[in-house]
């Protein structure tokens, strides 16, 4: 969603570079250059126009301009003041030993449902025991998405009925409790395509009556501006504790996640990076500022990696094989988009092209090629002749080509893991 911002903030940024001093006037003229940046992404114009004076104030303030560094300074200025903009310490939403129960809200589309359905997997990988309320009583198929939801990551889902009053829901929900203990209740509510008074009075009665312990604002990143407006009228309306930012992941300029935080008053609890199960992230304001700047995201990606559960191949070099390849590409894939992962790798967004993008199709490429072999084929490719071969293609749907491709990345691999190995045997041995 950041590439442009990104890449035209490095690039304002980048001309302090160099420089062993920089006047005012230079400075000056890189914050008009970020200001335009923060606009052309859509960012509310009082909030670019806060950030850049917050910045230049500071470092004009802080004797930038006479230091031997002033571009790294200048860099970790704007850093700071990015990270506060999006709401500075991560802030997750209150949850008690039990009775907690959230209330989520917005508009028809902005991704309500499915991220009721990401919050139940997410507390219930914590081992939290979540249950979901199908509260949606205008939308018959948003209560059979989230029974949906609900089945395939485990968590049952009490339906309410067409036109059920709060308080009969209150009642059910209080039954269903004692006979089935659940320490959280996440209620996905109606919404409408845009804000009007019968949803915010229903709204308000159910809040009233369920009382919630946290009101969850569900925001289409993607919708710009117009989501603003939407968080304020919501929260002076029904009241909201924090938001969870949903379409990170799209195309969008990104300006709406900038400035929900400044606008509204309210944190960010959750970011929504894919239309996946698992495609939700708690929200740290100052990994997303690394991000945007280009400095990567090492620790978002540990995470990752740790959920994923990696594991690094028991085998010598001498007998990896096309089996093991397949299991550590698979073990990748988890982690989610190859390009987003490349990414969090600190410095190297700045050597990739604006235009980069991997193609995820390639991964089932090679997995189709990998499945269409014999034990024996994968175990030892050196016997994959001409008519192996052409037989894997029509199996795999490839040609005979991808598979050349793929045995010489694959001899390419082992080659590289004996010269690693040898390298640690040989700095283990200077340290003995």
């Known amino acids: ?26 400075l000056k003229q890189v914050m008009r250059e970020i200001r335009m940046s923060l606009l052309e992404a859509d960012v509310n114009f009082e909030v670019a126009k806060a950030f850049v004076a917050r910045v230049q104030e500071k470092a004009i303030g802080q004797k930038v301009l ?10 970790t200025i704007v850093y700071n003041e990015l990270t506060d903009l999006l709401g500075g310490k991560a802030v997750q939403p209150e949850l008690r030993h039990e009775g907690n129960l959230w209330f989520l809200v917005g508009l028809q589309g902005s991704g309500k449902t499915t991220t009721a359905g990401k919050l139940a997997r997410y507390y219930k990988s914590k081992g939290r025991r979540p249950l979901l309320v199908a509260a949606d009583t205008q939308r018959p198929a948003a209560r059979e998405q989230l029974r949906i ?10 339906e309410v009925a067409d036109n059920e009053p709060p308080e009969v829901t209150a009642q059910r929900l209080k039954d269903h409790l004692k006979t089935d203990y659940r320490d959280l209740v996440i209620v996905d509510t109606a919404g409408r395509l845009q804000i ?21 604002l569900v925001v289409d990143a993607m919708t710009g501006q117009e989501a603003l407006g939407v968080s304020k009228t919501f929260d002076e309306r029904i009241g909201v504790t924090g938001l969870v930012l949903t379409k990170l992941d799209g195309d969008a300029r ?34 997303l500022a690394q991000r945007i700047l280009g400095m990567g995201d090492i620790q978002t990606l540990l995470e990752k990696a740790q959920e994923a559960e990696l594991e690094a191949p028991e085998k010598a070099p001498h007998e990896f094989d096309l089996n093991d390849l397949l299991n550590q590409m698979r073990q990748v894939r988890k982690m989610g988009s190859l390009g987003d992962l490349l990414k969090m790798i600190p410095g190297v967004s700045r050597m990739l092209p ?7 199709r390639a991964f089932k490429r090679v997995e189709a090629i990998i499945l269409s072999m014999t034990p024996a084929e994968r175990r030892n490719p050196k016997i994959l002749n001409a008519s192996r071969r052409r037989r894997i293609a029509r199996g795999s ?6 598979i050349n491709r793929l045995i010489k990345t694959f001899e390419e691999t082992k080659a590289m893991m004996k010269t690693l190995q040898k390298t640690q045997r040989r700095r283990g041995w200077f340290r003995r």
């Open 1 to 26: 969603m950041f590439e442009n911002l990104s890449r035209r903030l490095r690039e304002s940024l980048d001309k302090l570079r160099g420089r062993g001093r920089i006047t005012e006037a230079d």
């Open 66 to 75: 006479e230091s031997l560094t002033p571009a790294e300074q200048v860099y």
């Open 149 to 158: 939801l609900g089945e395939r990551v485990g968590v049952p889902v009490l």
């Open 196 to 216: 009007d008074e019968p949803l915010m009075e229903a709204l308000a009665r159910q809040k009233a009556v369920l009382n919630p312990t946290e009101t969850l």
């Open 254 to 287: 990104g300006g709406a996640a900038l400035s929900a935080r400044f606008v509204t008053g309210k944190p960010i609890y959750f970011a929504g990076t894919s239309e996946k199960l698992e495609g939700l992230e708690p929200f740290y304001p100052d990994r």
């Open 354 to 360: 604006p235009e980069f993008s991997v193609d995820e």
């Open 397 to 402: 749907g490839t040609s005979v080509q991808e």
